[in-house]
């Protein structure tokens, strides 16, 4: 796995690295590195993540990340998303997780990012910055797809500053909106297991909430596998799983990035 570096923001408006002070990018083959070329990019609520793949999900850069900054806004974010770019060199697409709902590149809700979300057409507008066809999907969806086996019931929810979630039905996507729904007490998912409950409430107590939830969601979908990923199920690494549920790694969320392209556009 490659090492990942954090580039952390100094102020609102990002500056590009001076020469040989950006992140080192590795290129194992050269030109040899099958095509077409994926810039991979996961944005979350508090990191944004790039890495080049070649056409076998193989990487050809190291993994970069730089802070998500308070109030995201399609400004700021799509401007972190050009400089992540260029440290990157050349490639020949782009796919993008994004955490929120999103449907043919459209942004319909960021409750974890910042304002002026609502109707934002972001994977058109990155298109046009990077001059590069775009493909973008939930940031959920786009990690199911790296992960999945493509039969039966799958279904994936992701843990970090908010909870994310799609199902697959023989390998076929169907986002989902479970962390809005009622989990707890009258609370949703997200309010339970997101980030803002694992620091209130404590590791502890939170994961004690996450396997009444694995168990919750059991019964809901008779699901044959669950994968759990995200930031936050690293918490489970020590807990003792029921045999249909599997935590899978932060990479699958950039793998997934190759599919997205083979996968019929939502």
Request: with cysteine; glycine share 12%; hydrophobic share 35%.
């Amino acid at each position: 796995m490659t090492t990942e570096q954090t580039i952390n923001l100094a102020a609102k408006k990002p500056r590009r690295q001076k020469s040989g002070a950006g992140p080192k990018l590795a290129e194992p083959g050269g030109k040899s590195a099958l095509k077409p070329l994926t810039l991979a990019i996961d944005i979350g609520g508090t990191g944004i993540k790039a890495e080049k793949l070649d056409a076998n999900g193989r990487p050809v850069t190291e993994r970069t990340k730089i802070a998500t900054p308070h109030n995201a806004t399609p400004k700021k974010l799509s401007k972190i998303v050009e400089r992540l770019a260029a440290d990157h060199g050349s490639f020949d697409r782009v796919s993008i997780g994004f955490p929120g709902v999103v449907k043919n590149g459209v942004v319909y809700t960021a409750a974890n990012l910042g304002k002026g979300w609502n109707d934002y057409p972001l994977q058109k507008d990155l298109a046009k910055r990077l001059h590069k066809p775009v493909r973008m999907a939930n940031d959920a969806d786009v990690q199911g797809l790296g992960c999945i086996r493509g039969r039966g019931i799958e279904l994936v929810i992701t843990l970090g500053t908010g909870f994310g979630s799609v199902i697959f039905v023989d390998g076929q996507r169907i986002h989902l909106e479970i962390g809005h729904h009622p989990f707890h007490h009258g609370k949703t998912y997200e309010d339970e297991l997101g980030n803002r409950a694992l620091a209130k409430k404590g590791k502890k107590k939170w994961l004690k909430l996450l396997m009444e939830a694995i168990a919750d969601l059991a019964q809901t979908f008779n699901y044959d596998r669950l994968y759990i990923g995200g930031g936050n199920a690293r918490l489970l690494v020590d807990s003792k799983l029921p045999s249909k549920v599997k935590i899978v790694s932060n990479m699958e969320g950039l793998l997934g990035g190759i599919k997205l392209w083979a996968a019929p556009t939502k």
